[in-house]
């Protein structure tokens, strides 16, 4: 082994990547500028194909050489998912200015986890608190920055397990959840990650009673959630309300819902994802009438914030508690948790990137209305498409589009939706994906990118036509 050495010069490839720093940086951003305007051009997508591990490198080429590689091995094979009909899933894109926050977040390097060193956790306040505001939510709301919606589900119902705690009089944080006994998490139409969140939490995936749904919806039947309620006997339970299901976008009745509290005791969580944002749009702002009412609330931002993967933010009234479980106190050179508790306090993560400064970019850039402007045309967009392919003969809606996902089929053979899905990622020219909607199986097309405009709709609308059975 060669003996430790101080005093020797850096590493070559680093003192000379460091000596040429401003050169390199202007080379990254003249290749990142030539994949964003070739964005339109590139397959949206394509049917990846599966490459295998090189060995690590033992000498490196420096950054000039690790670029080329990357450009030459794998830029290629990536999808356009920052573009405007990458539809799949329900994907943001990047506007300029989150996309410039990313790279300053990047440049900095801060580690946000307590305020010992920097002002840079108390940016992050300040975007929570402006994203509290574009949602409209009460001064009780205090926002924390996570990695994504089901960092936000996790967070938010660990607060509620807690909750859970306090009515029997445990605290879950210190004696875990076996001390709690069976739980209930009711709720209509939950995403997928809410079992992934109750596996973690130690609730259990089986936790999960599916309420009633309302005929022929994904919204849930807000009697027959009171009846399931009633028939807890009076246990604390959680509600998983859903503002924005991931399917037919619909909508639970979180006013009426948030009211069932004042018989049955339980803890609100909403998974609204990226539903909240139907709060911008003044014809569909009513879809999240009661959200503040909620105990706690998911809120993705790579989805429609348009800030580039990854981050989130889980808003709680119950600060005190979401502290409880999250507090790092046995580390006495962070700090007492105290009244006012630091991000490590607050979430899973220790150490993190400064997630906010995209956000906090994106909003300072555009405001309320550039972003309002995003929602109402991307909904727009969803409609029209919707009309595109009500009209297209070979489909049917499964759904009306109610804000930004058209959820459609082949009206005569659903069961070749996976053969649809293959060729239109086949042909480049969008992106979409499948899924099973009420056992039928369909595909999703969600509009939640900034770069999207009606050229574009009209010519996925040409896609389908041409590929019509
Ligand atoms: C309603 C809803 N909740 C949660 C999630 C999970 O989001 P993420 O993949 O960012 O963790 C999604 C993702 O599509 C979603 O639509």
């Given at each position: 082994m060669p003996p430790l050495s101080y005093g020797d010069p850096m590493h070559p490839l680093l003192g000379d990547d460091?000596?040429?720093?401003?050169?390199?940086?202007?080379?990254?951003?003249?290749?990142?500028?030539?994949?964003?305007?070739?964005?339109?051009?590139?397959?949206?997508?394509?049917?990846?194909?599966?490459?295998?591990?090189?060995?690590?490198?033992?000498?490196?080429?420096?950054?000039?050489?690790?670029m080329e590689a990357f450009a030459e091995r794998w830029e290629a094979g990536?999808?356009?998912?920052?573009?405007?009909?990458?539809?799949?899933?329900?994907?943001?894109?990047?506007?300029?200015?989150?996309?410039?926050?990313?790279?300053?977040?990047?440049?900095?390097?801060?580690?946000?986890?307590?305020?010992?060193?920097?002002?840079?956790?108390?940016?992050?306040?300040?975007?929570?608190?402006?994203l509290r505001e574009l949602f409209g939510l009460p001064a009780e709301h205090q926002g924390t920055f996570v990695s994504g919606a089901t960092m936000s589900n996790l967070a938010g119902l660990a607060v509620g397990r807690e909750w859970l705690g306090e009515r029997h009089g445990i605290s879950v944080a210190e004696q875990g959840a076996a001390a709690l006994g069976p739980v209930s998490v009711l709720s209509g139409t939950p995403h997928s990650s809410v079992g992934k969140a109750l596996s973690l939490l130690g609730l259990g995936?089986?936790?999960?009673?599916?309420?009633?749904?309302?005929?022929?919806?994904?919204?849930?039947?807000?009697?027959?959630?009171?009846?399931?309620?009633?028939?807890?006997?009076?246990r604390p339970a959680i509600v998983v309300a859903n503002a924005g299901t991931v399917n037919t976008v619909d909508f639970d009745d979180l006013r009426a819902i948030a009211a069932l509290r004042e018989r049955h005791p339980f803890w609100l969580h909403v998974d609204?994802?990226?539903?909240?944002f139907a709060a911008l749009s003044p014809a569909h702002a009513h879809l999240v009438d009661g959200l503040g009412e909620a105990d706690s609330v998911c809120v993705d931002l790579h989805k429609w914030l348009n800030v580039p993967y990854s981050g989130a933010v889980q808003f709680t009234r119950r600060r005190d508690l979401q502290a409880r479980v999250f507090a790092n106190s046995a580390a006495a050179y962070l700090g007492p948790v105290g009244d006012d508790p630091d991000p490590v306090h607050l979430t899973p993560e220790n150490s993190?990137?400064?997630?906010?400064?995209?956000?906090?970019?994106?909003?300072?850039?555009?405001?309320?209305?550039?972003?309002?402007e995003i929602v109402r045309r991307d909904i727009a967009l969803a409609e029209l498409l919707g009309e595109r392919i009500a009209a297209l003969p070979g489909y049917r809606l499964l759904a009306p589009v109610?804000?930004?996902?058209?959820?459609?089929?082949?009206?005569?053979?659903?069961?070749?939706?996976?053969?649809?899905?293959?060729?239109?990622?086949?042909?480049?020219?969008?992106?979409?994906?499948?899924?099973?909607?009420?056992?039928?199986?369909?595909?999703?097309?969600?509009?939640?990118?900034w770069r999207t405009t009606e050229a574009d709709v009209e010519r996925v609308a040409k896609l389908l036509e041409r590929l019509a059975p």
């Amino acid at each position: 082994m060669p003996p430790l050495s101080y005093g020797d010069p850096m590493h070559p490839l680093l003192g000379d990547d460091l000596a040429r720093l401003p050169e390199l940086l202007d080379e990254t951003r003249a290749y990142a500028v030539r994949i964003l305007q070739g964005l339109d051009d590139r397959p949206v997508a394509q049917l990846p194909v599966r490459r295998e591990p090189t060995p690590l490198p033992a000498e490196g080429s420096g950054l000039k050489g690790a670029m080329e590689a990357f450009a030459e091995r794998w830029e290629a094979g990536f999808a356009a998912s920052a573009g405007p009909r990458y539809l799949g899933f329900v994907t943001g894109g990047s506007t300029p200015a989150a996309l410039a926050g990313d790279w300053l977040t990047g440049a900095l390097d801060q580690n946000p986890t307590s305020r010992v060193d920097s002002t840079a956790p108390d940016l992050e306040r300040e975007a929570a608190s402006w994203l509290r505001e574009l949602f409209g939510l009460p001064a009780e709301h205090q926002g924390t920055f996570v990695s994504g919606a089901t960092m936000s589900n996790l967070a938010g119902l660990a607060v509620g397990r807690e909750w859970l705690g306090e009515r029997h009089g445990i605290s879950v944080a210190e004696q875990g959840a076996a001390a709690l006994g069976p739980v209930s998490v009711l709720s209509g139409t939950p995403h997928s990650s809410v079992g992934k969140a109750l596996s973690l939490l130690g609730l259990g995936r089986s936790a999960i009673r599916r309420a009633d749904t309302l005929p022929g919806r994904e919204a849930v039947d807000v009697a027959r959630l009171a009846e399931a309620l009633e028939g807890l006997g009076g246990r604390p339970a959680i509600v998983v309300a859903n503002a924005g299901t991931v399917n037919t976008v619909d909508f639970d009745d979180l006013r009426a819902i948030a009211a069932l509290r004042e018989r049955h005791p339980f803890w609100l969580h909403v998974d609204a994802a990226f539903g909240a944002f139907a709060a911008l749009s003044p014809a569909h702002a009513h879809l999240v009438d009661g959200l503040g009412e909620a105990d706690s609330v998911c809120v993705d931002l790579h989805k429609w914030l348009n800030v580039p993967y990854s981050g989130a933010v889980q808003f709680t009234r119950r600060r005190d508690l979401q502290a409880r479980v999250f507090a790092n106190s046995a580390a006495a050179y962070l700090g007492p948790v105290g009244d006012d508790p630091d991000p490590v306090h607050l979430t899973p993560e220790n150490s993190r990137r400064l997630l906010a400064v995209p956000a906090w970019f994106t909003l300072a850039a555009y405001g309320r209305e550039g972003h309002a402007e995003i929602v109402r045309r991307d909904i727009a967009l969803a409609e029209l498409l919707g009309e595109r392919i009500a009209a297209l003969p070979g489909y049917r809606l499964l759904a009306p589009v109610r804000l930004n996902v058209v959820c459609f089929t082949l009206a005569e053979a659903p069961e070749r939706t996976g053969d649809l899905v293959t060729a239109i990622t086949e042909s480049g020219e969008a992106f979409l994906t499948p899924t099973v909607y009420d056992g039928v199986p369909a595909l999703r097309a969600a509009f939640s990118n900034w770069r999207t405009t009606e050229a574009d709709v009209e010519r996925v609308a040409k896609l389908l036509e041409r590929l019509a059975p």
